[in-house]
């Protein structure tokens, strides 16, 4: 039996040895939230797959992140929390108990979360990996890494490097169906998108405001991008509750430009579904907006981006395809969810420093509207 890296202070093992990895045939990957970060988690199933190709691999992730997950050929099985079914306690233990029965060997815990602490608790036989807890929580698991910092997929990958698996590039993935991407041709052709437009998808939405840019800024720089080419059209994004959000954007273009919502905007009848909303962004030429999910969707369908960050950093994909746009101030970034300058940082980026750097991300991407 021979152990793994045993000169790494960074490393915490107890179980992961040369003789327990050939023993690996079950695994389950726990991400529960939010629907960016799962979509972030696979590479780590990619990963897995390719150095365990005879495991089965299980997902635990909650009922809405799920269709993120759909198709993904990597997973034999998805545990999909919903959370209103299990609001009685000993309803909710019996719930992790039973995904604990499928006596997994491995169990790799993204998040720490109460709900994934209970199935490790239940999952005494397994090996149980993550980054590093705290003291009060080391007793769940088995083994624990420190994580590198980096972009968040290098970051959730680098717990995997005890197997040596390391990060290589590999983006997320969402795996479409054609019809999918047929169905949307069809649904994009009904609000008014012609064959001699191009399509930019628009992010405008968060429920943080200090990682939102003002809808008025939107209006702005889309106004400033149709008036260089006008036969771009925009597609405005939201999820639940944010259709007053989008009301607002339009609101703010008719302002700055009357008719402008007829000529260069796509309004949506109703909330798009998540894996609608990632074939309508696999369709545009680049899409824009804050750091939400949609912008990991871009990465994953291979289209290219350009977003607008406040209060958080290290989620831009390292490629020339994606990139961010900043105020720089000294205290950005801060990861705070409430500011005591007024979100300087957003509202002090103008769209006229914005537009700048949006031309010059267009360029160096070869992209022509």
Known sequence: ?????????????????SDSIKTIKKILICQQ???????????????LKKRFPDAEIDFFTEKKCVPILENNPNIHKIHALDKKKLKHFFAALFYYYGIARNNYDLIVDLQQLPRIRWINRFSRQAIRLTFTPPWYRRLLYTDWVDIQKGYAVAEKVS?????????????????????????????????????????????????????RWPAEYYAKLMVLIAKKS????????????????????????????????????????????????AACIAKAKVHI??????????????????????SNSGWTFPSIKHTD????????????????????????LAP??????FWEHLENNNISL
């Open 1 to 17: 039996m021979k152990p793994i890296m045993p000169f790494d202070d960074s490393i915490h093992l107890t179980r992961i040895n």
């Open 33 to 47: 939230r939010q629907i960016g970060d799962v979509l972030l988690a696979t590479p780590v199933l990619e990963l």
């Open 159 to 211: 717990i995997l490097r005890v197997f040596d698996i390391i990060w290589q590039g590999e983006i997320p993935r969402i795996y479409l169906k054609d019809s999918e991407i047929q169905d949307v041709d069809v649904y994009l052709k009904s609000l008014g998108l012609k064959d001699n437009t191009t399509l930019i998808t628009v992010d405008s939405t968060h429920r943080r405001i200090t990682r």
């Open 230 to 277: 006008p036969n771009m059209v925009f597609l405005p994004l939201f999820g639940p509750g944010e259709e007053k959000d989008i009301r607002e954007l339009i609101e703010h273009c008719e302002k700055l430009e009357p008719g402008f919502s007829k000529e260069n905007l796509l309004i949506t009848d109703r909330m798009l579904t998540l894996r609608e909303m």
């Open 289 to 310: 907006g804050n750091c939400s999910s949609p912008r990991h969707i871009a990465v994953a369908v291979d289209t290219p981006s350009f977003i607008v960050l406040g």
């Open 325 to 348: 746009v900043s105020k720089g101030l000294a205290c950005q970034p801060c990861h705070s969810n409430v500011c005591p300058i007024n979100c300087k940082c957003l509202y002090d």
């Open 352 to 357: 006229e420093e914005v537009i700048s750097a």
